[in-house]
């Protein structure tokens, strides 16, 4: 099991741009996929950008695709998401999660952070 714990959330205007962080415990964090996901209100969480284990396989959902950029450093156990021009509707929760990545799809794990929230206005 991976705990992890997300920072880097906040209010920004649209057009901004935010970093957020997600840190993990154990020593085989360089074995996992990562995700981000997010979760606005009433809405199902969505995959936004996943990596794979040695950072050379990355996906976007096509809403943030040339915007936001997944990044990992296994050295310091952290995977990270920039994300530019950010609009309204970006606004929501956003989760880092350990997963497994295979021919480019990822799969989730039960093992999720607390969230960070990402509030974007117009």
């Known amino acids: 099991q991976v705990q992890l714990v997300e920072s880097g959330g906040g209010l920004v205007q649209a057009g901004g741009s935010l970093r957020l962080s997600c840190a993990a415990s154990?020593?085989?964090?360089?074995?996992?996929?990562m995700g981000w996901f997010r979760q606005a209100p009433g809405k199902e969480r969505e995959l936004v950008a996943a990596?794979?284990?040695?950072?050379?396989?990355?996906n976007y959902a096509d809403s943030v695709k040339g915007r936001f950029t997944i990044s990992r450093d296994n050295a310091k156990n952290t995977v990270n998401l920039q994300m530019r021009s950010l609009k309204p509707e970006d606004t929501a929760v956003y989760y880092c999660?350990?997963?497994?990545?295979?021919?480019?799809?990822?799969?989730?794990?039960?093992?999720w952070g607390q969230g960070t929230q990402v509030t974007v206005s117009s």
């Open positions: 999660n350990a997963g497994r990545m295979y021919l480019g799809t990822y799969y989730p794990s039960g093992d």
């Open positions: 154990g020593r085989t964090f360089s074995s996992y996929a």
């Open positions: 990596i794979n284990w040695s950072g050379g396989t990355t």
